[in-house]
C-alpha cells in the first residue's frame, strides 16, 4: 500500500473487545526515558496491561530505536504517524527488524467500543464498512487537525483557521477515537475523541489515558527542543 511498496501491513486492523486495562499514550518521539517512566507511573504490567501507542514513536527524541525496541518488546498495539513514516521511506533500502515491526503496523486501530489513529478521521468514513485505506486517506489519517464538513483541509492550521474550518472531531459521528499529534492542542477529552499529544518532545509531559478507569497519567518530560 502506497509508499513505493514501504508499507506491507494492513492499514485498518479491527480489535476484540478488551479484557484488560488498555494504556494510550500520545506522541513518544523518541522519548525513550519518559516512555519508561510513564507506564511506572501507570503501574504497567505487561502480563495484564496493553500498552497502545497513538503514533509518532521516533524522530524528534534522542533515542528512537530505543522507543520502537520497548514497543516491539511490549507487544504494544500501535498505530503509524506521519513521523514513522517519515522515519521508514528514510530507511526503505536499509531494511532492518525495527524497521520491518514498524513497517507491518496499521494506519488505524479499531475495538468495538473506541478507534485509535495518529491524526484523525475523515467526515465521512464509517468504521464498520471501512477495510482499507488509499494513500490519500492515509495522509489524512497521519496529517489531519483541521477541516470541513467534507474534509477538505485547509492550507495552514496555525493561526488557527475560521469558519467552514473547525478541528476534524467537530464533524466526527462515530466512535470515540483516541489520537495524537496535535501538540498545541494538548490532551483534550470529550464523547467523541481523547487526544494525547501533551508535547514531551517539546519539553512539557507525555500523557497517557487508561481507557478502563477514564484516568489520565503523565510525566514531565526532560527537556528536548
Not at 127 to 154: I, K, M, W
Request: with cysteine.
Amino acid at each position: 500500500m502506497g509508499m513505493s511498496g514501504l508499507r506491507t501491513g494492513k492499514s485498518v486492523v479491527r480489535e476484540p473487545a478488551a479484557t484488560s486495562r488498555r494504556i494510550f499514550v500520545g506522541d513518544v518521539q523518541g522519548c525513550a526515558d519518559a516512555l519508561d517512566r510513564l507506564l511506572a507511573a501507570c503501574q504497567f504490567d505487561p502480563k495484564s496491561d496493553q500498552l497502545c501507542l497513538a503514533g509518532d514513536l521516533v524522530r524528534k527524541g534522542p533515542d528512537s530505536k530505543g522507543v520502537v525496541d520497548r514497543a516491539i518488546e511490549l507487544d504494544a498495539k500501535i498505530v503509524l504517524g506521519n513521523h514513522d513514516l517519515r522515519w521508514l521511506q528514510d530507511r526503505v533500502d536499509r531494511p532492518d527488524a525495527r524497521t520491518r515491526w514498524l513497517a507491518a503496523q496499521p494506519i488505524l486501530r479499531i475495538w468495538p467500543d473506541l478507534a485509535m489513529v495518529h491524526a484523525g478521521m475523515h467526515p465521512s468514513w464509517e468504521l464498520d464498512s471501512l477495510t482499507e485505506l488509499e494513500d490519500a486517506e492515509v495522509a489524512f489519517a497521519v496529517t489531519v487537525r483541521t477541516c470541513d464538513q467534507t474534509g477538505r483541509q485547509p492550507d495552514v492550521d496555525w493561526p488557527p483557521p475560521g469558519p467552514p474550518f473547525a478541528p476534524w472531531d467537530v464533524f466526527w459521528s462515530g466512535p470515540r477515537v483516541v489520537c495524537g499529534h496535535w501538540a498545541r492542542r494538548g490532551v483534550q477529552q470529550t464523547p467523541s475523541v481523547v487526544a494525547l499529544d501533551s508535547g514531551c518532545c517539546y519539553g512539557r509531559s507525555l500523557t497517557a489515558w487508561i481507557a478502563e478507569e477514564d484516568r489520565f497519567v503523565s510525566v514531565q518530560s526532560r527537556g528536548l527542543l
